[in-house]
């Protein structure tokens, strides 16, 4: 068994986030997280099944809830990207490209099981600041942004129940959240595409650039 899971069950890690980082959750998803986590593991313990987690940082690249498609569409419009809570804070995102590519790769590793690996993450450490700037050089626009603070994104939930939930996770936004994948990388060779690259490839999938962009 091959489990997906994200980095919830962390809580407030004040390091970068390693496979040895200390299950703390502080938040109802956290929780929620850390005990199919644990239920998992103690079945493997047990002999019950053979098993691994997989773990991502917040994902961009092709998937519903992706913010990068929001920055660039509003960017291209001319009008101003929207950044959560603080633009000076390390945020790690990982290439859902790269993750799924790397979990096919696991589920066929033999040696890979019964343990926790780190989706391969870009390991820059950028800022919302950054990510906004990238995007716009590569669609040759201004970099504007605003920072949505906690009443603006209170007042959003009122009406978007999706924005609502972000309340309880507001913390990975307020600090440095850096998310490492050395494992994965030391033990098989697994790396991450560079993050202007993946954009790149993204941004064109989008229709946003033009298909000789990519590189």
Do not use: C
Not at 106 to 116: D, E, G, M
Not at 144 to 162: D, E, H, I, Q, T
């Amino acid at each position: 068994m091959v489990y997906f899971d994200n980095v919830y069950m962390y809580g407030k890690a004040t390091e970068a986030m390693t496979e040895e980082t200390p299950v703390d959750p502080i938040s109802r998803k956290g929780r929620a997280r850390a005990k199919a986590a644990q239920v998992l593991m103690e079945a493997v313990e047990r002999g019950d099944v053979e098993a691994m987690i997989t773990r991502s940082a917040d994902f961009y690249g092709p998937y519903q809830f992706d913010s990068i498609k929001t920055m660039a569409h509003r960017l291209r419009a001319g009008k101003k990207a929207q950044v959560l809570l603080a633009d000076n804070k390390i945020h790690s995102l990982t290439y859902v490209s790269d993750a799924g590519k790397a979990v096919a790769m696991l589920a066929n590793q033999p040696s890979a099981y019964n343990q926790v690996w780190h989706m391969p993450t870009d390991p820059a450490k950028r800022t919302a600041k950054d990510i906004v700037t990238v995007i716009a050089e590569l669609l040759e626009v201004e970099a504007r942004y605003r920072v949505v603070n906690k009443s603006m994104l209170a007042m959003a939930g009122w009406f978007n129940p999706l924005i609502r939930e972000l309340g309880e996770m507001a913390y990975q936004y307020e600090q440095d959240y850096f998310f490492d994948s050395l494992k994965i990388t030391s033990t098989y060779g697994v790396s991450a595409t560079p993050f202007r690259q993946g954009l790149t490839e993204y941004l064109t999938q989008l229709g946003f650039m033009p298909p000789q962009a990519i590189v």
